[in-house]
Nanobody, 122 residues
Framework: QVQLVESGGGLVQPGGSLRLSCAAS????????MGWYRQAPGKQRELVAS???????NYADSVKGRFTISRDNAKRTVYLQMNSLEPEDTAVYYC????????????????WGQGTQVIVSS
């Protein structure tokens, strides 16, 4: 198991950018698949982006071309670069780690961080 701590959220104007970070502690970070989820008030949690141990990435249609997920195994950190932010991106963003991409996509098991709030508003 890994422990996860997200950071980088905040208030940003529409069209702006933020970079979220998810720092992991524990061993063997490099073998984990990682995902960024978000949950807006009154909505179900949704998978925004994922990255495998081999650095294969996938994105939700709503963020394709705007968000980029990446990982630095030496720093045990996964990032979510968010550009061209829209009010609809407002949510609490969570990091998830699991031994397989299937588990990350399922969004139930694995390790979770405490979340970081992103607010997109003018």
């Amino acid at each position: 198991q890994v422990q996860l701590v997200e950071s980088g959220g905040g208030l940003v104007q529409p069209g702006g950018s933020l970079r979220l970070s998810c720092a992991a502690s524990g061993s063997a970070f490099g073998i984990y698949a990682m995902g960024w989820y978000r949950q807006a008030p009154g909505k179900q949690r949704e998978l925004v982006a994922s990255i495998t141990s081999g650095r294969t990435t996938n994105y939700a249609d709503s963020v394709k071309g705007r968000f980029t997920i990446s990982r630095d195994n030496a720093k045990r950190t996964v990032y979510l670069q968010m550009n061209s932010l829209e009010p609809e991106d407002t949510a609490v963003y969570y990091c998830n780690a699991a031994r397989s991409l299937t588990t990350v996509v399922a969004g139930i098991f694995g390790s979770w961080g405490q979340g970081t709030q992103v607010i997109v508003s003018s």
